[in-house]
């Protein structure tokens, strides 16, 4: 009886390969997964990879336009999108877009980054709403998402309004905050919140364990690379919780060119009673 280690020792290990069609087969599986899930994502900032793959949706705008942003909002993307703030804080008027600008952020931190977002709006109904009118038509519009998006098979966890999972490992949550333990059972990379100033994110219990703001950012605690925003339209001084949150903050403006000597100032609502504004 030959000997078969001497037998295969005779033949070129590639040859050996190339005859076997199931190891081929292998073979081209494990390059293209080397291709494709293995390579690190592209050195790109938030801002630019917005702006090169997002699109406005019709949910949303009058407009199914790339994503090109104004001035201000572009320095809003770039603070929500750097690894250099832990926490950005963004007092806001309404219908200024920065709702849209997270959402943007959203996509970049599931799709690029590869991680875990929590996005919280201060009542049921209106996390269903942003889910509904923002991410699904983000999920169906933007290429680098709809890539990623993953097929649920049987015997899966199925997605929900509320918690989506991604082919490339990223995590999406999407809850209220009107139950502080929602705010206890999960981790999350990246923390945003919409409306902070509104009641839902008020502490409802004498027996409260901090703020929801607080519990919120305890949520990024274990990553050191974390990232928690609150947005919201400021509401009744003195007691509003995102004005108290952008007083502790560095309190940047966006500066604007004076159209008659060209100083550069930051622009201020007026009324009746200033000698400025409508």
């Known amino acids: 009886c030959p000997n078969p280690d001497v ?16 190891l081929r087969a292998v ?25 090169r793959h997002c699109v ?15 001035g201000y909002q572009r320095g809003i993307v770039s603070a929500m999108c750097d690894e250099i703030n832990d926490i950005v804080v963004v007092s806001k008027a309404t219908r200024t877009g920065v709702t849209q600008c997270a959402a943007f952020a959203t996509a970049y931190y599931i799709a690029h980054k590869r991680t875990q977002v929590a996005f919280v709006q201060p009542t049921e109904s209106k996390s269903k709403d942003f889910e ?5 038509p983000m999920l169906r519009d933007v290429k680098p998402l709809k890539a990623i998006r993953r097929t649920v098979r049987k015997g899966d966890i199925q997605d929900t309004w509320s918690l989506k999972f991604f082919r490339n490992g990223s995590v999406f949550r999407c809850f209220s905050a009107e139950a502080a333990d929602n705010f206890r059972s999960y981790t999350g990379q990246v923390n945003i919140g919409d409306e902070v100033a509104a009641d839902g994110w008020m502490s ?3 027996k409260a364990q901090g703020s929801k703001e607080k519990l919120f950012e305890e949520r990024s605690r274990t990553f050191p690379i974390r990232k928690t925003i609150f947005m919201s339209s400021p509401r009744r001084r003195g007691t509003c919780r995102i004005t108290a949150l952008l007083e502790q903050s560095d309190r940047r403006r966006y500066f ?21 504004g409508m």
Not at 132 to 136: L, N, Q, V
Request: one cysteine or more; a negative charge.
């Open 56 to 70: 406005f949706s019709p949910e949303t705008t009058r407009t199914t336009d790339s994503a090109e942003l104004y």
């Open 204 to 206: 409802n219990t004498t």
């Open 256 to 276: 604007v060119p004076c159209p008659h000597c060209g100083g550069m100032q930051y622009l201020q609502l007026g009324s009746a009673k200033t000698d400025y």
């Open 132 to 136: 509904k009118s923002y991410i699904e």
């Open 7 to 22: 037998a295969a020792a005779e033949v070129p290990v590639s040859r050996r390969f190339n005859d076997l069609p199931a």
């Open 27 to 51: 073979a081209e599986g494990l390059r293209r997964i080397r291709a494709t899930v293995m390579q690190p994502p592209e050195e790109i900032d938030g801002l630019t990879w917005i702006e």
